[in-house]
C-alpha cells in the first residue's frame, strides 16, 4: 500500500563526458529528471518524435491482414515508407468518401433511368425540372397549367419532371437536384473507385512488411529526443556539469556503481519536507491495472499512499453488483479469453487483462449469489439454486448491502487516512469520520432487522463517539487549556462537522449499485418475457424470438459494462478519493531507453 521511497540522486562531472553520462543514465533507466535550470522553465521542448511516422505506424498496424514482419537487414527508405503509407491513408479516405456519395448518387438516379441532362435542359430557355412527390399530394398536380410527365413511381413516391423556363412556384414539393453524370458512369466511375481501393489495400498490406522496422527506428527518434530534453535540464559551469533526478531508494547501490564507473561525483539524498518527489507505484502484475484507474483521475502525492489495489478490488466488486448476472459475466469472459494472448503482449494490456479477469470473477460470483443467468432465475432444487443467497427483489435487504458496501470503502478511506496522520492528532478525526459512518449504518441497520436494542446502541455509541472525536481533533492549533486556544478548538471541530452532509450524501450514492443491479436484472427478465409471448407463434414466432434474446440481452449486456465502468470509477475516484486522498503529485517518467539493444 506504500510509494516507492525514492532518493535524490546529483551528478557531477566535466561538461565534455556530458553526453556519455546521459548516454549511460538513459541506458540505466531509473532516473526520473529534474530541471535545474536557474529561472529557465519556459525552455523550447523538443519533439518526441516525427508524428508523420507515427501515424503512419499506427496506420499501417490496423490493417485487417498484415503480412509477417522482417526485423532487420532490410533495405529501406524510411522517409519513402513512411510518405507512401500516408499517401494511401489520404488516398483511401477520400475514395471510400466518394464511393459513399456514388452510392448515394446511384440510389437518387436510378427512379429516373440512365441518360445524360443535356446542357439546354439545365441552362437553356425550357430547363428540366425534377420533383419526387409524395403519392398523396400527387393530384395536386392535375390543376395545374404545366407540361410534366411521370417517369416513375414506387410504394411512397411518384417521379415527376417538369419543363419550364423558371421554377414553377405553386409545386407541392421542391425540386431535386441531379448530379449531371448519367447512371452509367457513375457506376462506371463506382467500380473504378473500387478498384482503386482494393490497390491501395495491398499497398497497405505490403507495406506492413516493416512496421518492426519503423518502429524501431521511430523508437531510436524518441531516444535522442529524450537525450536532447535531459541536455535542457542540467546545469553547465566551468566546464562542469549538473544532472539530477530521483530514483528508487533500491537503485542507489547502481547509481553508485555507475557514479564509479564513470568517475562522477555523486550525492544521494532522502527528500525533505520541501521537495515534490513524483510518484512511483510498484504492484504486483496482477494487480497493475489499478494504477491506470488511479492515474486516469489524478496522481496521488509522494507524501499520500497507494490507493491501486482498493481500486482495483473496489471497481470489481462495484462492476459485479451493477452487471448482476453470471450468464453476462461468462460472456465477458469468453471475450476475455478470445483477447488474453493478444492483451498479454505489452505491459498495459497485461494490467488491463489483470482488470478484466476480475471484472469477470466478480460478476460471475455475484450474479450466482443474486441468482440471475441471462435474467433467468435457476430452479428451487438444482445446484444453482442452493447458491442463490440473496434476492434482488427484496428492496430493503438489497438496499441495506449497498449502503453497507458504502459504508465500508468510506469507512475505509477514512481508518487509511487516520493511519497516514497517526504522528497528528488530527489522526483522530479522520478516525472520527469512520466512527460516524460505520455507527450511522450500523444503528440503522440495528432498527431495520435487528428489532433489538443492542445494535443499535452499538452504532449509535460510535456515531456519538465520532462526533466527540471530529469535534475536538478536527482544528490543528496546539492543546492548552486557555479559553481561547480551547474555543479556537471547539469552532474548528464545529466547521469539521459540516461535512456530516457530505458523508451522508456520499454513502447513499452507493444506493445506484442496488439501482443498477436491480434495472439489469429486470430488462433481462423483460427481453425474456417478450421472447417467450413471441415464441408461442411457431415458424416467424421463433426467428422473432431469438431476435429479441439476442439483440435485447447485447443491448443490456453494453448497457451494463457502460453502467459498471462509469459508477464503478466514480465511486473510486469521486466519493472514495474525496475521503483518502487529498493531494495531487506528478507520476514518475523515468529517462530510459525505447530501442532495443
Given at each position: 500500500?506504500?510509494?516507492v521511497?525514492?532518493?535524490?540522486?546529483?551528478?557531477?562531472?566535466p561538461?565534455?563526458?556530458?553526453?556519455?553520462?546521459?548516454?549511460g543514465?538513459?541506458?540505466?533507466?531509473?532516473?526520473?529528471?529534474?530541471d535545474l535550470?536557474?529561472?529557465?522553465?519556459?525552455a523550447?521542448?523538443?519533439?518526441?518524435?516525427?508524428?508523420d511516422a507515427?501515424a503512419?505506424?499506427q496506420?499501417?498496424?490496423?490493417?485487417?491482414?498484415?503480412?509477417?514482419?522482417?526485423?532487420r537487414?532490410?533495405?529501406?527508405?524510411?522517409?519513402?515508407?513512411?510518405?507512401?503509407?500516408?499517401?494511401i491513408?489520404?488516398?483511401s479516405?477520400?475514395?471510400?468518401?466518394?464511393?459513399?456519395?456514388l452510392?448515394?448518387?446511384i440510389v437518387?438516379?436510378e427512379?429516373?433511368?440512365?441518360?445524360?441532362?443535356?446542357?439546354?435542359a439545365?441552362?437553356g430557355p425550357?430547363?428540366?425540372?425534377?420533383?419526387?412527390?409524395?403519392?398523396?399530394q400527387?393530384r395536386?398536380?392535375q390543376?395545374?397549367?404545366?407540361?410534366?410527365?411521370v417517369?416513375a413511381?414506387?410504394?411512397?413516391?411518384?417521379?415527376?419532371?417538369?419543363?419550364?423556363?423558371?421554377?414553377?412556384p405553386?409545386?407541392?414539393?421542391?425540386p431535386v437536384?441531379?448530379?449531371?453524370?448519367?447512371?452509367?458512369?457513375?457506376?462506371?466511375?463506382?467500380e473504378?473507385?473500387?478498384?482503386?481501393?482494393?490497390?491501395l489495400?495491398y499497398?497497405r498490406?505490403?507495406?506492413t512488411?516493416y512496421?518492426?522496422?519503423?518502429?524501431?527506428?521511430?523508437?531510436?527518434l524518441?531516444d535522442?529526443?529524450?537525450?536532447e530534453?535531459?541536455?535542457?535540464?542540467?546545469?553547465?559551469?566551468?566546464?562542469m556539469?549538473?544532472v539530477?533526478?530521483?530514483?528508487?531508494?533500491?537503485?542507489?547501490?547502481?547509481l553508485?556503481?555507475?557514479?564509479?564507473?564513470?568517475?562522477?561525483?555523486l550525492?544521494l539524498?532522502?527528500?525533505s519536507?520541501?521537495?515534490?518527489?513524483?510518484?512511483l507505484?510498484?504492484?504486483?502484475?496482477?494487480?497493475?491495472?489499478?494504477?491506470?484507474?488511479?492515474?486516469?483521475y489524478k496522481?496521488?502525492?509522494?507524501?499520500?499512499?497507494d490507493p491501486?489495489k482498493?481500486?482495483?478490488?473496489?471497481f470489481?466488486?462495484?462492476?459485479?453488483?451493477?452487471?448482476?448476472?453470471?450468464?453476462?459475466g461468462?460472456?465477458?469472459?469468453?471475450?476475455?479469453?478470445?483477447?488474453?494472448?493478444r492483451?498479454?503482449?505489452?505491459?498495459?494490456?497485461r494490467?488491463?487483462?489483470?482488470?478484466?479477469?476480475?471484472?469477470?470473477?466478480?460478476?460471475v460470483?455475484?450474479?450466482?449469489?443474486?441468482?440471475?443467468?441471462f435474467?433467468?432465475?435457476?430452479p428451487?432444487g438444482s445446484?444453482?439454486?442452493?447458491?442463490?443467497v440473496?434476492?434482488a427483489?427484496?428492496?430493503?435487504?438489497?438496499?441495506?448491502?449497498?449502503?453497507?458496501?458504502?459504508?465500508a470503502h468510506?469507512?475505509?478511506?477514512?481508518?487509511?487516512?487516520?493511519?497516514?496522520?497517526?504522528?497528528?492528532?488530527t489522526?483522530?478525526?479522520?478516525?472520527g469520520?469512520?466512527?460516524?459512518?460505520?455507527?450511522?449504518?450500523i444503528?440503522?441497520?440495528?432498527?431495520?432487522?435487528?428489532?433489538?436494542?443492542?445494535l443499535?446502541?452499538?452504532?449509535?455509541?460510535?456515531?456519538?463517539?465520532?462526533?466527540?472525536?471530529?469535534?475536538?481533533?478536527?482544528?490543528?492549533?496546539?492543546?492548552g487549556?486557555g479559553?481561547?486556544l480551547l474555543?479556537?478548538?471547539?469552532?474548528?471541530?464545529v466547521?469539521?462537522?459540516?461535512?456530516?452532509?457530505?458523508?451522508?450524501?456520499?454513502?447513499?450514492?452507493?444506493?445506484?449499485?442496488f439501482?443498477?443491479?436491480?434495472?439489469s436484472?429486470?430488462?433481462?427478465?423483460?427481453?425474456n418475457?417478450?421472447a417467450?409471448?413471441?415464441?408461442?407463434?411457431?415458424?416467424v414466432?421463433v426467428?422473432?424470438?431469438?431476435?429479441?434474446l439476442v439483440?435485447?440481452?447485447?443491448?443490456?449486456?453494453?448497457?451494463?459494462?457502460?453502467?459498471g465502468?462509469?459508477?464503478?470509477?466514480?465511486?473510486?475516484?469521486i466519493e472514495?478519493f474525496n475521503?483518502?486522498?487529498?493531494?495531487?503529485?506528478?507520476?514518475?517518467?523515468?529517462?530510459s531507453r525505447k530501442?532495443?539493444?
Amino acid at each position: 500500500m506504500a510509494i516507492v521511497p525514492l532518493v535524490k540522486a546529483t551528478f557531477y562531472g566535466p561538461s565534455s563526458e556530458r553526453d556519455a553520462v546521459l548516454d549511460g543514465l538513459q541506458q540505466l533507466g531509473c532516473l526520473h529528471l529534474n530541471d535545474l535550470r536557474a529561472g529557465a522553465a519556459e525552455a523550447a521542448q523538443v519533439a518526441p518524435s516525427s508524428a508523420d511516422a507515427r501515424a503512419a505506424l499506427q496506420y499501417l498496424e490496423d490493417s485487417p491482414v498484415r503480412r509477417r514482419p522482417v526485423r532487420r537487414g532490410a533495405d529501406l527508405d524510411i522517409q519513402a515508407a513512411v510518405k507512401e503509407a500516408l499517401d494511401i491513408r489520404d488516398r483511401s479516405r477520400a475514395l471510400q468518401e466518394e464511393r459513399a456519395q456514388l452510392r448515394k448518387w446511384i440510389v437518387d438516379r436510378e427512379p429516373w433511368g440512365d441518360f445524360e441532362l443535356p446542357e439546354w435542359a439545365r441552362e437553356g430557355p425550357l430547363r428540366f425540372w425534377f420533383y419526387v412527390v409524395p403519392n398523396h399530394q400527387l393530384r395536386r398536380m392535375q390543376v395545374l397549367d404545366l407540361s410534366w410527365r411521370v417517369v416513375a413511381r414506387d410504394h411512397r413516391c411518384t417521379y415527376v419532371v417538369v419543363i419550364a423556363t423558371e421554377r414553377p412556384p405553386d409545386m407541392p414539393v421542391p425540386p431535386v437536384s441531379l448530379e449531371p453524370r448519367s447512371l452509367s458512369q457513375l457506376r462506371a466511375r463506382l467500380e473504378q473507385v473500387e478498384r482503386d481501393l482494393e490497390e491501395l489495400d495491398y499497398r497497405r498490406i505490403g507495406l506492413t512488411l516493416y512496421t518492426d522496422i519503423v518502429r524501431d527506428a521511430l523508437d531510436e527518434l524518441d531516444d535522442r529526443a529524450a537525450r536532447e530534453q535531459a541536455a535542457r535540464v542540467i546545469h553547465e559551469q566551468d566546464r562542469m556539469f549538473a544532472v539530477q533526478g530521483w530514483a528508487p531508494r533500491t537503485r542507489a547501490s547502481a547509481l553508485r556503481q555507475f557514479a564509479s564507473h564513470r568517475q562522477l561525483a555523486l550525492t544521494l539524498e532522502a527528500p525533505s519536507s520541501q521537495d515534490s518527489p513524483p510518484t512511483l507505484f510498484h504492484n504486483p502484475s496482477a494487480l497493475r491495472g489499478g494504477e491506470g484507474m488511479v492515474t486516469f483521475y489524478k496522481t496521488p502525492a509522494y507524501s499520500m499512499w497507494d490507493p491501486s489495489k482498493a481500486v482495483f478490488f473496489g471497481f470489481a466488486v462495484f462492476f459485479g453488483m451493477i452487471f448482476s448476472d453470471a450468464g453476462y459475466g461468462l460472456v465477458l469472459g469468453l471475450l476475455l479469453l478470445a483477447t488474453w494472448t493478444r492483451l498479454g503482449q505489452s505491459a498495459s494490456g497485461r494490467g488491463f487483462r489483470g482488470v478484466l479477469l476480475a471484472l469477470v470473477v466478480s460478476s460471475v460470483v455475484y450474479g450466482m449469489l443474486v441468482g440471475s443467468y441471462f435474467g433467468v432465475t435457476p430452479p428451487a432444487g438444482s445446484r444453482l439454486a442452493t447458491l442463490h443467497v440473496l434476492d434482488a427483489e427484496n428492496q430493503s435487504l438489497m438496499m441495506w448491502i449497498a449502503i453497507g458496501v458504502g459504508a465500508a470503502h468510506l469507512g475505509y478511506a477514512n481508518l487509511v487516512t487516520a493511519w497516514r496522520r497517526r504522528r497528528s492528532s488530527t489522526a483522530l478525526s479522520a478516525l472520527g469520520w469512520a466512527c460516524i459512518i460505520l455507527g450511522c449504518f450500523i444503528a440503522g441497520l440495528g432498527k431495520s432487522f435487528a428489532h433489538q436494542g443492542r445494535l443499535s446502541s452499538v452504532g449509535a455509541g460510535g456515531l456519538v463517539l465520532g462526533v466527540l472525536l471530529v469535534l475536538l481533533f478536527t482544528s490543528e492549533r496546539g492543546f492548552g487549556l486557555g479559553p481561547r486556544l480551547l474555543l479556537g478548538r471547539l469552532v474548528d471541530g464545529v466547521k469539521g462537522m459540516a461535512e456530516l452532509s457530505k458523508a451522508f450524501g456520499d454513502v447513499l450514492s452507493y444506493l445506484r449499485l442496488f439501482a443498477l443491479g436491480l434495472a439489469s436484472i429486470k430488462l433481462g427478465e423483460a427481453f425474456n418475457s417478450l421472447a417467450g409471448g413471441a415464441f408461442a407463434f411457431r415458424g416467424v414466432g421463433v426467428v422473432l424470438a431469438l431476435l429479441i434474446l439476442v439483440v435485447g440481452h447485447a443491448i443490456n449486456f453494453a448497457m451494463g459494462i457502460m453502467g459498471g465502468v462509469v459508477h464503478g470509477l466514480r465511486l473510486n475516484v469521486i466519493e472514495f478519493f474525496n475521503w483518502s486522498l487529498q493531494d495531487e503529485g506528478e507520476l514518475f517518467r523515468a529517462f530510459s531507453r525505447k530501442a532495443a539493444e
